[in-house]
């Protein structure tokens, strides 16, 4: 009897954690919540990248297509395979700030 008891707490707990590992994972809306779309205008409010906070139109790693301009400037860190101007490990004071939204007038 007490040996059912343990597995039965054993398995009701692992079943609560493998709930709630599945809620942390994001679904494909909230991915896509997380980065602009195709058709924001670069430097705007909209045009960031919430996974990596930085603008979406200079997110090396969602799109390594601009990864040779950044290279072609030097503005590349090969030890963390990101724009140095990045990159936070290597420059900690580094500040990369969401533009302020623009409101209607």
Same mark, same amino acid.
């Given at each position: ?29 909230? @991915?896509?919540?997380? &980065? ?43 030890? &963390?395979?990101?724009?140095?101007? @990045? ?12 533009? +302020?939204? +623009?409101?209607?007038?």
């Amino acid at each position: 009897m007490f040996r059912t008891i343990i597995i039965t707490t054993l398995l009701s707990l692992s079943l609560v954690g493998c709930k709630d590992a599945v809620e942390e994972t994001p679904t494909k809306t909230a @991915q896509a919540d997380l &980065h602009a779309g195709a058709d924001v205008v670069p430097g705007s409010h909209e045009d960031w990248c919430g996974e990596h906070a930085v603008p979406e139109s200079q997110c090396t790693r969602c799109n390594d297509t601009l990864v040779p301009a950044f290279k072609a400037t030097g503005d590349w860190c090969e030890k &963390h395979n990101l724009p140095e101007s @990045q990159c936070l490990t290597c420059n900690p004071d580094l500040k990369i700030v969401r533009p +302020e939204k +623009e409101t209607k007038k």
